[in-house]
C-alpha cells in the first residue's frame, strides 16, 4: 500500500515538499470492514485550507497522517454484509492505494447510472454546491443576470448551466480564453469575461452585464468580487461559496471591500457550506441526475493519471489548469 501524508504546513502557495508518500501494509479487514481500492480521487480547493492549521468548518488535516478527501473505489475484500468484492463504491477515504475502513464509510455507486468519475463531479460533492448555493440562496429569477466566478470550474459550470435552466441570463467570469470560449459555445454562457487578459476589468464586467448583476456566485473573493459587485442591482443575493483568491495568500486582505454598494443596494451576502444541507442532498442528486440523464447539463472533467501525480493535481488547481472538475485516475476499474 501506498499513502500521501501532510509533510508540513504551508505558508503561503503549498509545494509538493509539503506531502510526503509513504508504503505501508494494507490492513486486514476486521468483522464489518471492507478493503477498498481506490480508483478516482478528487482534489479540491477547500483541502487548502485543511493545511492550515486553524480550525473551520472541518478540522485541519494532522500532520504525518494519511490527507483523506472524496475517493471512488472498488471493494476488493470484505468482511461486511453489505458489500460484495467488486461493488464501486465512494467515501471520504484517506489518500491511499488501498483504504481498509468500516462498511459504514462508504456507499455503493451505481456503475451503469454513470461513469464512476460522476460521483466525484456532476453527481458529487461540487453539483450539489452549485445546487444548494445558487437556488437556495441565489434565487435566480427568469431574466435576470447571474454572474458566476471560478465559472469553468467544477462547480462554476454547473451554476452556471442551472442558471440558465432557470432562465438566467448567464455571464461567466474565468482565467483564460480557451475556458471563456467554452463556456459560450460549448454551455451557452449569454458572456464569459477572462480576468487574466481584461484591460480594464470593470469595463469588461459592466459590458458584459448591461442590465447589472441580479446573483453574484462568488467562487473566488478578492479583487474579482469587488468588480462585480460594483454591478450590484437593488436586492441582489450573493451566495459566498468560495474564496480561492485568497487561500495561498499571506497578506489578510480578504474584502470585500466594497461595503457601501452592499448597503445600497440592499444586498443579501450569504456564506454557505454543503454539510448544511445533508438532509436535502436527495433532492440535488434527483435534479441533477434528472438534467443530466435529458442532456440538459453537460460536465467537464480533467482527469491526471496515476497517484503519484496526486499533489500535482492538487497544486495545478490554484494554476487554473483544469476545465471542470479535476480529478486523479488512480487505477483501472
Ligand atoms: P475549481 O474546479 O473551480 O478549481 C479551481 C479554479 O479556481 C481554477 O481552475 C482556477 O480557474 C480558479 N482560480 C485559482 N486561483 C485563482 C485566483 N487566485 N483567482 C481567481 N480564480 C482562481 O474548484 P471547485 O469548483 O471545486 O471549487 C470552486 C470554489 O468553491 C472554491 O473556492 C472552493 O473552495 C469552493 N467550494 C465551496 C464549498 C462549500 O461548501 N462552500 C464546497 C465545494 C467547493 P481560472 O483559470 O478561472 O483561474
Redesign the pocket.
Known sequence: NKQILLRSRPEGMPTVDHFEFREVPVSDPAEGQVVVRSLYLSV???MRGRMNESKSYVPPYKLDEPISGGIVGEVVSSRSEQFETGDKVLGMLGWQLYNTVDASAVRKVDEDLAPLSAYLSVLG??GM?AYFGLLDIGKPQEGETVVVS?A?????MMVGQIAKLKGARVVGI???DE?TAYLEKELGFDAAVNYKTADNLDEAIAKACPDGVDVYYD??G?R?SDTVMKQLNDHARIPL?????SYNSTDGDLGPRIQPQLIKTRSLIQG???SDYASRFHEAGADLGKWLSEGKLKYEETIVEGFDNVPKAFLE??K?T?LG??LVKVSEA
Open positions: 479540491d480547493p477547500y460533492l461540487t454546491t471560478g469553468a470550474g467544477a462547480v462554476g474565468a482565467g483564460s475556458k467562487n473566488v478578492g474579482i461559496c468560495g474564496a480561492i483568491s454557505f457550506v454543503l488547481l490554484f487554473g483544469n472538475k479535476m
